[in-house]
Structure formats: C-alpha cells, structure tokens
C-alpha cells in the first residue's frame, strides 16, 4: 500500500481505491478493504546498510542484534491480540531466504543476536525443523530468540531450536 500511495501522489490520482489505506477525507475516516501480501519471498532483504545498526539494541539482548521477519500472520485467534481478521492466513519466507539474510547479518554486520519476528513461530513445526536443520548446517554462530505459544512446541523441536542458537 505504501508503495501504491507514494505512485499515486507523483501521478497526482486520487489514493482513494488503494486496498490497505485508511485515510481521513472531510472529517470522516475511511477504511479501505485489507491489503494481505502473500508473495512475501518477492520482498528485498531490509537495507541495512542505511541505518547505524551499532545503535540498535535490547536491553535482553546481545549487542549487536537486529530483527528479522520469518513470515507473516497467524492462524490463532487470542482475545488480547492486535492482528486483524484479515492477517490470519500464514505465509512464511523461503527457509533458505530467511538463513541468507541471517548470514548476511552475522558476516556483514557481525550480529550476534536475532530477534525473530514472528507471530508464533512455532505453528509450523516442520518449517521450524528446517530452519533449525539450515542454521546447524551452515555452522552459523548466532543466538536467536522466537515467540511461540505452549500448544505448539514439544520436547524435541525445543532442544533443536536450542541446538540451533534459540536462547529465548
């Protein structure tokens, strides 16, 4: 939506139809129709290098750290959260794509913790299995944190998540 907002003012059209815009027009707030990417693999990797990633920092976590996103929505319904209806289909990146930029992070920035974004990382635990697989193969020194929900995790995807660099 952004990038749809930013054609349609160089072209000087109306932004009104764009899906994902709530705009206010005459005092009154409108709401477009939900914009849900699913093509989230087709996104750049964050431009890192346009912002002092040394000042960037968690008071729980190693220094220096970043985030990055492993996919988007989620399939729960929790009563306290802040997702609307619209972001309940999961769409996870490319295991591979996700450790790239990982990589990336720890050889190029010399990252030391990753904080996943995520809503439950765990809710696919074959792809969680996959991404832990990629990290110990790659031999990639990083410590990681994810968030999760109780009733998707067990014993054994818990210890290779430690294996893995999961501190958190």
């Not at 109306?14 to 990417?37: Q, T």
């Not at 720890?106 to 696919?124: A, P, R």
Request: charged content about 30%.
């Amino acid at each position: 939506p952004m990038l749809e907002l930013v054609k349609s003012i160089e072209q000087k059209k109306v932004p009104y139809e764009i899906k994902g815009l709530v705009y206010k027009k005459e005092d009154k707030i409108f709401i477009n129709e939900p914009y849900l990417n699913t093509q989230i693999d087709d996104l750049p990797f964050p431009a890192r290098h346009l912002v002092p990633i040394e000042k960037y920092s968690s008071i729980i976590a190693l220094h220096p750290m970043t985030t990055v996103l492993t996919g988007r929505g989620c399939v729960f319904k929790c009563g306290f959260c802040f997702k609307q209806p619209s972001d309940n289909k999961l769409r996870l990146r490319n295991v591979k794509s996700l450790v790239d930029e990982i990589e990336l992070c720890v050889n190029n920035y010399h990252i030391k913790e990753i904080m996943l974004i995520d809503d439950t990382f765990t809710c696919n635990k074959g792809y969680v299995k996959n991404f832990c697989e990629e990290i110990i193969n790659r031999k990639l020194n990083i410590k990681w944190e994810a968030t999760t929900r109780i009733d998707v995790v067990n014993d054994d995807l818990l210890e290779l998540m430690y294996k893995a660099g999961c501190i958190r």
